[in-house]
């Protein structure tokens, strides 16, 4: 039985294309807008392969209002999953003015035209970047958000609270911000998964490149760290897993539970694994070397960050379910399969 109708932004994406899949084996219609900037339409292919499910596909960029109100009136959405943005740290430091207007233009024409044709539910990917440097660990939703490092984690804090004060102004909005901590993996299938463009800034994609010998050797930015061994601590959630959480919160919304307009929650697994134990890590459950050198420190990096996930827990029934040596086999599986290694 159809649940309901999901537009879902950046679809073609990392997590947008895993979550599509769960949506989709969850018993959801879903459209997919994307304007392929940093993805590929095979990646919707894959998506209908996986679930035996023909994909709705629009190849629109969400910063064109006009395209997407076509979309509002060809569909009957219930609600909407927005993931469109761009997210490279660094490239938004040196380019912030793309970084707004694409992040915050797409969320302010998605908010009003949900608005206009009365489509009453989204659920944003925001980011554990929205704490910065905390000053306690594990961090909770409650915990105060810092001044954010870059433009693209100030997208994320404002996108939030544009999303706050919207709920609070516009009777019947609703929202879910669901905040990542660091998502990596694959899909089991090896049919979808993370696709990098040129060398990748993200420490997993980074890993599985050194891995299969395209990358020399992986750098570990620093070794002087306030942590036992030195090298910088996060929270690593499978991508699937992070799926799952949009599913739930798509389940809470319709069936209308919630304390209030807007809520946040934390997306991760609870845990802390340090740069050095991920990467050793990776080494056992692959059977695969991975040479590497502790270097500097990256600018803008974070020392320690980990979630506290109990809200999730005690009010999605969410949890991250998948081993860390299951994902990382599924990150090494997709790497293989993209480079054509057996
Ligand atoms: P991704 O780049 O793989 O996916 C984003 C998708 O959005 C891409 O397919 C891209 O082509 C599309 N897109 C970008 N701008 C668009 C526009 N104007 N119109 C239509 N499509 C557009 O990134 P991802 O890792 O899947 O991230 C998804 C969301 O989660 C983003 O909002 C990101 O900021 C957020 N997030 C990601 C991480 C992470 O580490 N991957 C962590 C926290 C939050
Ligand atoms: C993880 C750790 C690096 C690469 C970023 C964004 C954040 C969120 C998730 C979107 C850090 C170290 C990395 C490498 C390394 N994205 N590292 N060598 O920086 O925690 O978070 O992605 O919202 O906003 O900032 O993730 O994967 O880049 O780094 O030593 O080649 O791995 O220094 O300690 P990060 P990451």
């Known amino acids: 039985m159809e649940k309901g109708t999901i537009l879902v932004t950046g679809g ?4 947008g294309s895993h979550t599509a899949v769960e ?4 018993g959801y219609r ?3 807008v994307d304007d392929l900037s940093n993805s590929q339409e095979s990646v919707i292919e894959a998506i209908a392969e996986i679930t035996h499910t023909p994909v709705d596909f629009y190849e629109v960029d969400c910063t064109d209002k006009e395209a997407l ?6 569909h009957k959405f219930n609600a909407v999953i927005h993931f469109a943005a761009f997210k490279a740290v660094g490239e938004s430091v040196e380019n912030p003015l793309m970084y707004y207007h694409n992040n915050l233009l797409s969320l302010i024409n998605i908010l009003e035209l949900m608005v ?7 659920v944003f990917s925001s980011s554990a970047t929205v704490y910065g ?5 594990p961090v909770t939703e409650a915990t105060p958000t810092k001044p954010a490092h870059s433009p693209y984690g100030k997208t994320k804090q404002m996108a939030e609270d544009i999303i706050r004060d919207s709920a609070r102004a516009y009777p019947g909005l609703r929202a879910i911000l669901l905040r990542y901590f660091n998502p990596f993996g694959a899909h089991p299938s090896g049919l979808i998964g993370e696709l990098p ?20 050797e992986l750098s570990i930015f620093g070794g002087d760290y306030h942590t036992p061994d030195g090298s910088a601590i996060r929270d690593y959630i499978d991508v699937v897993d992070l799926a799952q959480a949009h599913v739930v919160a798509m389940e809470r919304m319709r069936s209308g539970v919630g304390k209030s307009a807007c809520e946040v929650f934390n997306i991760g697994t609870g845990q802390g694994l340090s740069v050095l134990e991920l990467v050793h890590q990776f080494e056992r459950a692959t059977g695969v070397k991975v040479p590497y050198r502790v270097v500097e420190r990256r600018a803008g990096d974070v020392e320690q960050i980990w979630a506290d996930t109990s809200l999730a827990a005690n009010e999605l029934g969410w949890k991250a379910t998948r081993s860390t040596d299951q994902t990382l086999r599924a990150a090494w599986a997709w790497e293989k399969h993209l480079r054509g290694v057996k």
């Not at 949506?23 to 969850?26: C, D, K, M, R, S």
């Not at 040129?198 to 997993?204: A, E, R, S």
Request: net charge negative; no cysteine; charged share 20%.
């Open 12 to 15: 073609a994406g990392f997590i």
């Open 197 to 216: 463009r040129g060398v990748p800034n993200n420490l997993v994609p980074f890993i599985t490149q050194t891995a299969v010998g395209i990358r020399k």
């Open 30 to 32: 879903v459209v997919i």
């Open 133 to 137: 440097e905390p000053d306690e660990l």
């Open 23 to 26: 949506l989709i084996e969850a």
């Open 69 to 74: 109100n076509e979309l509002f009136f060809k």
């Open 116 to 122: 206009e044709h009365e489509v009453m539910n989204i």
